[in-house]
C-alpha cells in the first residue's frame, strides 16, 4: 500500500506562485518502484496529466499549457515531489493530485489517470484574475 498526501495549495491572484508538495509512504514505497504523476482537474473538465519527472530524475514531461511556468522535482530520501508552479494563471485553476502506479519506468509512457493506483486526497488550487 501506498498513501500519498498533497500539500501547498490555495487562492492566488494570477502571476503569482505556489509550490505544492507530495508525500508518499506506505510499506511498499520506493522512489526507484513507482511512477509518481501530477494530475489536475478543473471544474466540468476530465483529469489531465500535469507534470512528471521519471528515469531517477533524469527525465520530465510538462502538459504545454505549464511549459516553461512549472517545474517537477523530487527528493528522494524523504519519498517528497515537488511541483513549482510560477506565473500562475486563472486557467491553472483546479485541484492539483499526485497519483502513483508501478513499475517505476511506466512514467515514461503512461498519461492516463485511469492507470494510477494509488492517488493523494488533492490540493485546491485557485487563481485569479
Known amino acids: 500500500q501506498v498513501q500519498l498526501v498533497e500539500s501547498g495549495g490555495g487562492s492566488v491572484q494570477a502571476g503569482e506562485s505556489l509550490r505544492l508538495s507530495c508525500k508518499a509512504s506506505g510499506s511498499t514505497y520506493s522512489y526507484h518502484l513507482y511512477c509518481m504523476t501530477w494530475f489536475r482537474q478543473a471544474p466540468g473538465k476530465e483529469r489531465e496529466r500535469v507534470a512528471v519527472?521519471?528515469?531517477?530524475?533524469?527525465?520530465?514531461y510538462y502538459h504545454d499549457s505549464v511549459k516553461g511556468r512549472f517545474t517537477v522535482s523530487q527528493d528522494k530520501a524523504n519519498g517528497v515531489q515537488y511541483l513549482e508552479m510560477k506565473r500562475l494563471e486563472p486557467e491553472d485553476t483546479a485541484i492539483y493530485y499526485c497519483?502513483?502506479?508501478?513499475?517505476?519506468?511506466?512514467?515514461?509512457?503512461?498519461?492516463?489517470?485511469?492507470?494510477?493506483?494509488?492517488w493523494g486526497q488533492g490540493t485546491q488550487v485557485t487563481v485569479s484574475s
Open positions: 497519483a502513483a502506479r508501478t513499475p517505476a519506468w511506466s512514467c515514461g509512457t503512461t498519461v492516463s489517470a485511469a492507470d494510477f493506483l494509488y
Open positions: 519527472i521519471y528515469n531517477g530524475g533524469g527525465s520530465t
